[in-house]
């Protein structure tokens, strides 16, 4: 199976993926509906449910958790009346990670999606021993600033232990 799109449906709330089958070439589309979801509904656990559901499994694994739960929370944010356009904005404001942003100070569940967002980047970014222009033992040069950073209590006046 090759995966080509992943959306949702509004009027009965689904989760719509279009995939090719490898062994015939052919497009197919599969719908996914949220059975009993509302705009109180715990969009993780209807994630959970839908990602261990044995009927659907095998067409969402090379879907995130992060993507999934953005589409069922656009769905949720619709059910609730919030706009398409500031649903999306939101989603997107989650989606991404500032430098400069404190996480420390940040709820528990936004605080998971940005981890998650994280790792995500991480693995797309990283090579694999069986990548073509995977290099061992790669040597990397920085810039070094000429204004050394010093730390108080980094300095020599530290009793030996």
């Avoid at 070439?25 to 959970?48: A, C, D, Q, V």
Wanted: aromatic share 6%; hydrophobic share 30%; proline share 4%.
């Amino acid at each position: 199976m090759d995966l080509r799109k992943c959306g949702i449906r509004f009027d009965s709330p689904a989760i719509v993926i279009t995939y090719i089958k490898k062994d015939s070439g052919k497009l197919h589309r599969r719908t996914m509906p949220l059975r009993n979801f509302n705009k109180h509904s715990n969009i993780k656990k209807t994630t959970e449910e839908l990602k261990n559901n044995p009927r659907h499994k095998q067409y969402l694994e090379k879907i995130s958790i992060i993507q999934l739960e953005k589409l069922i929370g656009i769905i949720q944010d619709k059910l609730k009346g919030i706009s398409l356009k500031k649903s999306l904005e939101t989603h997107k404001q989650l989606e991404t990670v500032d430098p400069s942003e404190d996480l420390n100070k940040v709820d528990d569940e936004t605080l998971r999606i940005k981890k998650a967002v994280m790792d995500t980047t991480f693995e797309k970014n990283r090579k694999k021993a069986d990548d073509p222009d995977f290099q061992y033992d790669l040597e990397v040069d920085f810039e070094k600033d000429n204004a050394m950073e010093t730390i108080e209590w980094d300095d020599e006046s530290d009793p030996d232990f």
